[in-house]
């Protein structure tokens, strides 16, 4: 397919934009030609062949020629910047890219190849037309004090560094997908096939963590969508929505402090307009699922956004086994989505293998307890963990360390396998509390009718008024009296494991 491109990346960019008081070699696209350049080649199969002009000359002849090697090129790279806007070569390459991508397929499967870099931040109004559709790759940052965009320079420090590094790691991914499209020879990329989901578009606040989900989720397999801005009129806008959310199994939504851009059209911003769609789209797919984020101690900047968040407070009707609000922090939250789609991808390979049961308990003789806590209380716990040893029992602790999906494979396993289960609730939140007391409902239904010989909530220190209000009927409350562990606190929780085993509750 299109063995009549030559290049596989023409980088477009102003040529103020590289310009250094050293000189250029040095310069802004200069490092990014080079850095992607070896991204790039250490993902394909073959090196690429990427194309930068020098603009170290200006005749019309030489114009027409660069202007052919931008018509054979299969990717085109644009560096978006003010300098950009003004410049009339960029101008013409973006357009002579355009014309002639679209007599040979601008976006094969959905996928524009146009890729926007955006070295400088530009109002989306002010940017070219084939331009505004792209979410684009940020190469910057946001000075908090300044509230003025930082550029990622190398000599920025450890920070800028990783950020531009995984920046730049995307885009060399999306590049490559493309390229195994267009070209033959080059490595084919392994397609999503596990499923989409929707990953709604958020505030300036939250792109960060999107990009970091965006990540996680295509490296898990699965497709997410939308890969492009939403329309600014409301009606338009929601078609899109409707489109995008069809056939998916998951909505995800991360909500900032501000309230947002509002299309024309409509009372709602585009947070809250995707957040009210999915929900509509839930009630009419059972199977679909809608979890909301909101960072831990989030405070509105406007008073229609903290409106918006009391209404997904009190009045959002979440569907009970599908759909969550989760007040956490990020990393708490990530944990949960993962756990989430570990419960998907179970049911569907069920669905597959009806005949597959699930895997037997160890049958050793040994009777396991699973000893939950929040990593902060692994300290805390050790005087538990060491009585609960020394009564005979296998006593096994989450897992921390390792990336988020062995870590929910390794917590959901123990789930599976156990025994009973003593929830500590120390230094975790309240929400954190939530997410493992949902964790062992859904552990319940996956067990093949095995129940829990024994579970509890271990209140311990630090006192909270949410620990003081706390009560539940679903399990056996155990309220730690001071600072040090008394064993006759876990009586009434080991009492119902010993008749089991028939034997002593204390050994």
């Not at 310009?19 to 073959?46: D, F, K, Y």
């Not at 730049?168 to 989901?197: N, T, Y």
């Not at 989430?340 to 040994?366: F, K, T």
């Not at 494979?409 to 309240?430: F, I, K, M, P, T």
Request: proline letters at 6%; aromatic letters at 8%.
């Amino acid at each position: 397919m299109n063995n009549d491109l030559d290049y596989d990346v023409f980088i477009s960019y102003a040529r103020k934009d590289n310009e250094t008081a050293s000189g250029p070699e040095g310069g802004w696209i200069s490092m990014l030609h080079r850095a992607l350049e070896v991204r790039l080649n250490q993902l394909l199969t073959e090196d690429s062949r990427i194309w930068r002009d020098p603009r170290l000359r200006g005749n019309d002849v030489l114009q027409d020629e660069l202007m052919a090697t931008v018509a054979r090129t299969a990717v085109l790279v644009t560096i978006l910047s003010p300098r950009y806007l003004g410049s009339d070569w960029c101008s013409d390459e973006l357009s002579t890219f355009t014309v002639a991508a679209n007599d040979s397929g601008l976006a094969p499967g959905n996928k524009s190849r146009i890729f926007k870099v955006i070295k400088t931040p530009v109002a989306l109004e002010e940017q070219p037309k084939p331009l505004q559709d792209l979410l684009g790759y940020p190469f910057y940052s946001e000075d908090p004090e300044k509230k003025r965009p930082r550029e990622f320079y190398p000599d920025w420090g450890p920070q800028a560094r990783e950020e531009a590094a995984t920046r730049l790691d995307d885009l060399a991914h999306e590049i490559r997908e493309l390229l195994s499209v267009l070209k033959p020879g080059h490595q084919a990329a392994q397609a999503s096939d596990k499923g989409k989901i929707y990953l709604a578009l958020t505030t300036s606040d939250q792109s960060n963590e999107r990009d970091k989900l965006v990540r996680e989720l295509k490296d898990r397999g699965y497709q997410v969508v939308p890969d492009q801005h939403l329309p600014q009129t409301g009606p338009e806008l929601e078609t899109a929505v409707d489109q995008a959310l069809e056939g998916a199994i998951l909505s995800l939504h991360l909500i900032g402090e501000p309230y947002g851009l509002v299309p024309e059209g409509s009372e709602y911003s585009i947070a809250e307009l995707q957040v009210n769609l999915a929900a509509r789209y839930s009630t009419a797919q059972p199977r679909f699922g809608q979890i909301i984020w909101l960072p831990a101690g989030i405070e509105a900047t406007e008073s229609r956004q903290q409106d918006f968040i009391e209404r997904l407070r009190n009045e959002l009707d979440l569907q009970d086994d599908t759909d969550d609000l989760l007040e956490t922090p990020f990393h708490e939250f990530q944990t949960e989505v993962n756990s989430r789609l570990d419960d998907i991808e179970s049911r569907q390979q069920a669905a597959d293998n009806p005949l597959q049961q699930p895997g037997a308990p160890v049958d050793d003789g040994l009777t396991r307890i699973y000893l939950l806590y929040e990593q902060r209380d692994k300290d805390a716990i050790k005087p538990i963990r060491k009585y609960l040893f020394e009564l005979g029992n296998e006593v096994e602790r989450p897992i921390f360390d390792g990336d988020e999906a062995a870590i929910a494979e390794a917590h959901r396993d123990r789930l599976q396998h156990c025994d009973a289960v003593l929830l500590y609730w120390g230094e975790g939140s309240e929400a954190w509390l939530d997410i493992k007391r949902r964790d062992l409902k859904k552990a319940l239904g996956d067990r093949d009718g095995r129940g829990f010989s024994s579970t509890a909530i271990y209140i311990a220190g630090p006192g909270t008024d949410d620990k003081e209000e706390f009560m539940t009927r679903e399990t056996m409350v155990i309220t730690a009296t001071d600072d040090d562990f008394d064993p006759a606190s876990l009586d009434d929780f080991l009492v119902p494991l010993a008749n089991d085993n028939g034997g002593d509750a204390n050994g």
